[in-house]
């Protein structure tokens, strides 16, 4: 490793301890439902498609962020509802609409299959701020992966139509029935895509196509063990698979056409600083929480493992929660154990992501270990 990378890991663990200290709230999702349309073979959460699945109601919700905006300022969180698939509630709207006259943000994490042009623009007058579409590849591999047929085609025609959206928005022109729009009213959008092994083969033609479709922001991810991907091994990378997907997304940084992100999965070692537009940072529990749809009270939602602190359900209040506890988060020297103990990382990863760690604290897998061996130098 570089010095003059060195150095830039240690200004960002002292940035990190700052966050740390004040842990402000910038993004709050809402598990706003368990059901789904889809069966995909990654899922790592408890969604069901039957119409009896119960969702939270909103009223429930609106306390918690009634009780934030009493104490904190809200003028830089967001809301993101997530689930299951957040299209599935027909109350949507109405949710985010009372959420948009809180003067909070908000924004859902989908799979497109119901994001018709009707249904975009029910959101976009609801006052929706961010939309994030799944897409794990190109035609049969992102239908295979999600367990839907046409699923990519729909996907596609949605992300064509925000992206055709922002671009009318960019320009002051109308679009979807809106006669003049401004910069303002462009939303925030991305795509990100579950890289497996069908979709690694893809890696060009799925960026070509996003391109095509006037995509600009793209992230990607690998799956880590847990729900249905535990036992299933086409969905992991192999150490040189996934080295090349590391090696992909530095060259498509470099070529500048999309603009293109690493999730925030784990320590990279040598890739840190060239896959992402920041050093790795578990952000659970310091800038990140959750309410769950049973009404836990927990940080981010990719945490499948027992870490909650509280519910909203048993008389827990949000605010005190999130002011007075999250310990397991935010002092993480708990973690310095196992393969973790005497690794020479520990002091920029803390261990790494919460939502690689077992409910008994164990490291599910790191990602160092498909990566050629680094060391400080």
């Known amino acids: 490793m570089k010095l003059r990378q060195k150095i830039a890991l240690e200004l960002a663990r002292l940035q990190y301890r700052q966050q740390n200290a004040g842990h402000s709230l910038y993004q709050l999702f809402w598990e706003c439902t368990l059901r789904c349309n889809f069966a995909c073979r990654h899922c790592g959460s408890d969604c069901k498609s039957l119409a009896h699945v119960t969702d939270m109601p909103f009223e429930d919700f609106h306390k918690v962020l009634k009780d934030i905006k009493k104490e904190m300022d809200v003028s830089r969180l967001s809301v993101i509802m997530t689930g299951g698939e957040p299209l599935c509630r027909k109350d949507l709207e109405t949710c985010g609409r009372a959420i948009y006259d809180m003067g909070i943000a908000w924004g859902i ?31 049969e591999t992102h239908d295979w992966m999600r367990g839907k047929k046409e699923s990519f085609n729909r996907a596609s025609l949605a992300i064509r139509r925000i992206c055709d959206f922002n671009r009318a928005a960019k320009d002051g022109q109308g679009a979807l029935g809106f ?34 479709l006037g995509v600009s922001h793209w992230r990607v991810f690998t799956i880590f063990p847990v729900g249905r991907a535990a036992d299933d091994p086409e969905l992991q990378l192999d150490a040189q698979e996934f080295k090349q997907l590391m090696d992909f ?16 999965e784990g320590f990279l070692g040598d890739y840190e600083g060239k896959v992402r537009d ?73 261990g790494g992501a919460m939502h690689l760690r077992d409910g008994q604290g164990k490291l599910l897998f790191c990602h160092l270990d498909r990566l050629p061996p680094y060391r400080m130098r």
């Open 109 to 139: 994490v989908t799979n497109a299959w119901l994001l018709d042009e009707k249904r975009l623009i029910s959101l976009l007058k609801a006052g929706i701020h961010g939309i994030t579409i799944s897409l794990d590849g190109m035609g």
């Open 278 to 350: 920041h050093f790795f940072t578990c952000q659970a529990g310091l800038s990140i929480a959750s309410i769950l749809s049973d009404g836990s009270i927990s940080a981010c939602p990719s945490i499948r493992s027992d870490y909650h602190q509280g519910n909203i359900y048993r008389g827990d209040k949000f605010t005190d929660i999130w002011k007075n506890k999250f310990q397991a988060y935010r002092q993480r020297e708990w973690m310095k154990k196992d393969k973790c103990a005497d690794c020479e990382f520990f002091r920029y990863c803390q």
């Open 179 to 212: 006669s003049r729009l401004s910069a303002s009213d462009a939303i925030a959008f991305d795509v990100v895509s579950c890289i497996n092994k069908r979709s690694l083969k893809q890696l060009e033609a799925l960026k070509e196509h996003l391109i095509a």
């Open 249 to 264: 997304i530095v060259a498509t940084r470099q070529e500048g056409r999309i603009h293109l992100d690493y999730a925030c």
